[in-house]
Nanobody, 130 residues
Framework: QVQLAESGGGSVQAGESLTVSCDPS????????VAWFRQGPGKEREGVAA????????YYAGSVKGRFTISQDSNRNTVSLQMNSLKPEETAMYYC?????????????WGLGRDNYKYWGRGTQVTVSS
């Protein structure tokens, strides 16, 4: 059973940076893909970034490309999302999601599709003030 533990949320001012992390457990390192999603007040849950660690592939939503970076610490398996130049409209609950042995073809369509992931964390709140 894959379990995901998120950490690192908090409150920042617009333009500042924040990193959230996801610590997956209960799996072997092969055939895993991990993504970050977010859900703001009154909004749909949307994909932000995805990573296929085994092949080193990363994908981003257009709204965050160039500002956010998803990466995996190869020693600890932790998947982090570094977020720069944050905007107030990016205030949301950020969720880590993972799929294991059922990952689709690496790419933004599959990677940022919320229905493609079986395992979800409980979320970590990110608040950006203007």
């Amino acid at each position: 059973q894959v379990q995901l533990a998120e950490s690192g949320g908090g409150s920042v001012q617009a333009g500042e940076s924040l990193t959230v992390s996801c610590d997956p457990s209960g799996y072997t390192r092969r055939n895993l893909c991990v993504a970050w999603f977010r859900q703001g007040p009154g909004k749909e849950r949307e994909g932000v970034a995805a990573i296929w660690p085994e092949v080193g592939a990363t994908y981003y939503a257009g709204s965050v490309k160039g500002r956010f970076t998803i990466s995996q610490d190869s020693n600890r398996n932790t998947v982090s999302l570094q977020m720069n130049s944050l905007k107030p409209e990016e205030t949301a609950m950020y969720y880590c999601a993972a799929e294991y042995n059922q990952c689709g073809i690496p790419g933004p369509v599959w990677g940022l599709g919320r229905d493609n992931y079986k395992y979800w964390g409980r979320g970590t709140q990110v608040t950006v003030s203007s």
